[in-house]
């Protein structure tokens, strides 16, 4: 299905330099909020207390904080859980006091100022859990990485395999360096929607590889560039559709789908943008910079006297 069809290829490739300084400064300055900011993670990674209140109006956050200050927890975070009356508290793992004992402190001092408050539920994650939590994230973020490596590398060849992996690294580090600039809380949630961002961005990395390899065959005179600006070109309207279509459905779960979705569709939404861009302006390049030809793509034919001996 095509919703519009471009007649002239659009010159992408011509201003591939620019494209490219674009990200790389961006990909840039996300390591550097990495690595001076850090990523504001979550009770799972950490290890903590979560609590989950109910009022029997609306809750007054401002008050919630300001009675954990004077139990001196000021260091918990406090927000609005889906409703209104609902708010979630998240306490920091201690080594001098129990989670359950914690939390009895918090709940009792909190039922001081407001009677009619009621627990939810209390959920404990070990501070050894968190950790191992982090580390199997991280695993399967890299095992994922290596795959999608050498899933490319079959199907085509080195050179796309390379390029995609620069792309698709490009993206989830700049997802992160996001997360880290504004202190956004990252969950699971938000590594699981960063593991997605991964698989969708190769999706749209392979449909543009596999138009540029058709090209090669079946435009023998065209320059590399040429090509690949003609494959990008023919994609342009499936890429529209099915990243528009997507990012409607993304923006209803963060519009709509309350705190907990919140960040797990911010990150979507930041992957998605990125994924269009960095699988047709950054990928794309990097093949043609390495110097894919012909060659690399389509076999010889043999000659027929190769073929009667």
Do not use: C
């Not at 690294?169 to 929607?193: K, M, N, R, T, Y």
């Amino acid at each position: 299905m095509e919703f519009f069809r471009i007649r002239k290829d659009i010159p992408f490739m011509r201003h591939a330099l620019t494209f490219n300084i674009i990200s790389l400064v961006t990909f840039v300055l996300s390591v550097i909020f990495l690595a001076t900011k850090g990523l504001h993670l979550g009770v799972e990674f950490t290890g903590g207390t979560v609590m989950e209140l109910s009022y029997p109006k609306a809750a007054d956050v401002a008050q919630i904080r300001q009675t954990l200050e004077s139990i001196k927890l000021g260091d918990a975070a406090v927000q609005k859980f889906g409703s209104s009356d609902t708010v979630l508290v998240r306490l920091p793992a201690r080594a001098d006091v129990q989670g359950d004992k914690l939390s009895e402190q918090v709940f009792s001092a909190l039922a001081q100022k407001d009677p009619g408050v009621q627990k939810l539920r209390v959920d404990f994650v070990g501070s050894q859990v968190g950790k191992e939590l982090l580390e199997n994230g991280s695993l399967a973020l890299a095992l994922v990485s290596i795959l999608i490596v050498l899933y490319l590398w079959f199907r085509f060849e080195w050179k796309f395999g390379i390029a995609a992996i620069i792309a698709n690294l490009h993206d989830v580090v700049i997802i992160l360096g996001f997360f880290a600039l504004f202190q956004w809380e990252f969950s699971l949630p938000v590594l699981a929607a960063v593991l997605a961002v991964l698989g969708y961005s190769v999706n749209e990395s392979v449909v543009v590889f596999d138009r540029i390899r058709e090209n090669f065959r079946k435009m023998r005179k065209a320059s590399v560039q040429e090509i690949i600006d003609n494959a990008i070109t023919r994609t342009m309207s499936r890429t529209i559709i099915t990243h528009g279509s997507t990012q409607i459905m993304v923006t209803m779960i963060l519009l709509f789908g309350g705190d907990t979705l919140h960040y797990f569709a911010l990150a979507l939404t930041i992957g998605i943008l990125f994924g269009i861009y960095s699988s047709v302006l950054v990928a794309s390049p990097i093949v043609m910079w390495l110097g894919v030809s012909r060659e690399d793509l389509v076999k010889p034919e043999r000659s027929k006297q190769e073929a009667v001996i």
